[in-house]
């Protein structure tokens, strides 16, 4: 395992040194790790424990992440590393963001590697995700460098549970993102994610008003929890008065996982009634996901109705839309990144050694 030094942490007057990447401000002694587990106090130091290893590489659709309205239907290298800045008690990935084994980290590459990997498979991205970003951005960050060098995009699959420094910075190297809104009240975060609201909302403004990474937005509805009309309607005029119309949404399904087994899964009716009323505060796409559900994953052109790109899962069907992304029947412009014709990976999964790329 390789540490490296960080700069998003200083000294305080009891000898603690504080992390100042994320709200949580951890404050450890030496030999300490945060709560994300990975940034630790050495030698009065914070570092980043896993720089270059990952807990596994994996092809997947761009879908998948999800974003719809970036470089749609093409493939994705995937990977991410071990911990997590929040503690949700409904974590799907909570195998990999609340590991605290080492051997979870059975991969190892360079960050050129990644780079000459995603190309020689052919992807245009490189995305990191499965756990947050945010707490091994000094790893990230040298990956994007060498895949903007070779002409490959990079995505940030967060939380947006981010100062505001190391945001800037991380941010900077990003292409595109999907941030996790969990909910839409603080007892929510406080209760479920041991987190704040507030810096997520402050990380969405951001990322609309102050760069140009194009982003869309999931948030996972658990009944009971974060799914009544109240909070949807809260949220989706929030996003529609802060973000603007054209940033997509998705409502994704629930399973009972992790440490949240007593809720059931989300009804697809709930997902629908979350959909119907984000398209009623005005936002143009609004999607579905985790469920069979074609209508509510498929884009339609907010100028003219029509179907623009068609969706089964991770699989595209039509699609109706130019090289630029302008809708062919009334000539609306789709918001989004669209670069020539869609890609043809659909729904496959594909684990990639990295090794074979050294």
């Known amino acids: 395992m390789s540490t490296v030094s960080t700069k998003y942490w200083h000294k305080l ?26 940034r630790a106090n050495e030698a009065d130091a914070v570092v980043l424990t896993t720089y270059g290893r990952s807990s596994g590489y994996c092809i997947d659709p761009i879908e998948k992440k999800p974003l719809n309205h970036f470089l749609p239907g093409t493939p994705v290298l995937s990977f991410g590393t071990a911990g997590c800045n929040l503690s949700c008690r409904f974590c799907q ?25 995603a190309r020689s498979l052919g992807c245009r991205s490189v995305a990191f ?18 895949c903007h060098e070779i002409g490959i995009k990079t995505v940030a699959v967060s939380a947006g549970y981010v100062n505001p420094e190391p945001r800037k910075e991380f941010y900077a190297h990003m292409d595109a993102a999907n941030i996790d809104l969990k909910g839409f009240t603080e007892k929510f975060y406080h209760d479920l994610c041991a987190g704040q609201l507030a810096p997520v909302l402050d990380t969405l403004v951001y990322l609309k008003h102050e760069t140009k990474v194009w982003f869309e937005i999931t948030t996972l509805l658990i009944p009971g929890a974060n799914d009544s009309d109240e909070e949807l309607q809260a949220l ?19 399973h009972p996982d992790y440490k949240l087994t007593d809720r059931p899964g989300t009804p697809v009716d709930t ?79 594909k684990p990639v050694r990295l090794a074979d790329f050294a």
């Open 236 to 254: 989706t005029a929030w996003v529609m008065k802060n973000l603007g119309p054209d940033v997509p949404l998705h409502f994704t399904a629930f």
């Open 13 to 38: 007057d009891d000898g603690r040194v504080q992390c100042d990447v994320c709200p949580r401000a951890c404050k450890l002694k030496s030999g300490q790790r945060g709560l994300c587990f990975v």
């Open 129 to 146: 995700t499965y756990n947050d970003p945010v707490i091994f951005l000094e790893y990230a960050i040298d990956v994007a460098r060498a």
């Open 93 to 117: 990935n909570w195998d990999i963001s609340k590991s605290r084994e080492m051997h979870t980290l059975a991969d190892s590459a360079a960050p050129e590697t990644i780079a000459r990997a």
């Open 271 to 349: 997902l629908a009634r979350a959909r119907d009323i984000a398209r009623r505060a005005g936002l143009h796409f609004c999607y579905t996901g985790n469920v069979h559900d074609f209508s509510g994953q498929s884009t339609y052109c907010p100028g003219c109705g029509d179907l623009v790109i068609g969706r089964d899962w991770y699989e595209l069907s039509d699609y109706g839309l130019d090289a630029s992304g302008f809708c062919r029947s009334c000539g609306t412009r789709i918001a989004g990144v669209f670069e020539g014709p869609p890609g043809r990976w659909g729904s496959r999964r």
